[in-house]
């Protein structure tokens, strides 16, 4: 069964900082990239950060210099470091995960639930 279960989300002040955590589990061949994404309310859902599996990594304009990602294929984890947090990055973060399938050079697409991260002012 695929799983990707997210923690870390909560209220801070501005300036502060979080950090996302989100295990993956159900992969049979593997996973592909992993990403962080996020909704505010009224907006469209957007990336904040992706990496691939070999560690390679990009950023939305807005959150570079302060969010960093990582992952640990052993455990098939993602993480995001949230620094100088900031009221508009007050939004549900969503975990992403590209599960290779038994089609060589396929995969397809898992969320997790999402967790709130909340900055106030």
């Known amino acids: 069964q695929v799983q990707l279960v997210e923690s870390g989300g909560g209220l801070v002040q501005a300036g502060g900082s979080l950090r996302l955590s989100c295990a993956a589990s159900g992969s049979i061949f593997g996973i592909n990239a992993m990403g962080w994404y996020r909704q505010a309310p009224g907006k469209q859902r957007e990336l904040v950060a992706g990496?691939?599996?070999?560690?390679?990594?990009n950023y939305a304009d807005s959150v570079k210099g302060r969010f960093t990602i990582s992952r640990d294929n052993a455990k098939n984890t993602v993480y995001l470091q949230m620094n100088t947090l900031k009221p508009e990055d007050t939004a549900a973060y969503y975990c992403?995960?590209?599960?290779?399938?038994?089609?060589?050079?396929?995969?397809?697409?898992?969320w997790g639930q999402g967790t709130q991260v909340t900055v106030s002012s």
């Open positions: 990496i691939t599996v070999g560690g390679r990594t």
């Open positions: 992403n995960a590209q599960f290779f399938t038994h089609i060589p050079g396929t995969f397809s697409d898992h």
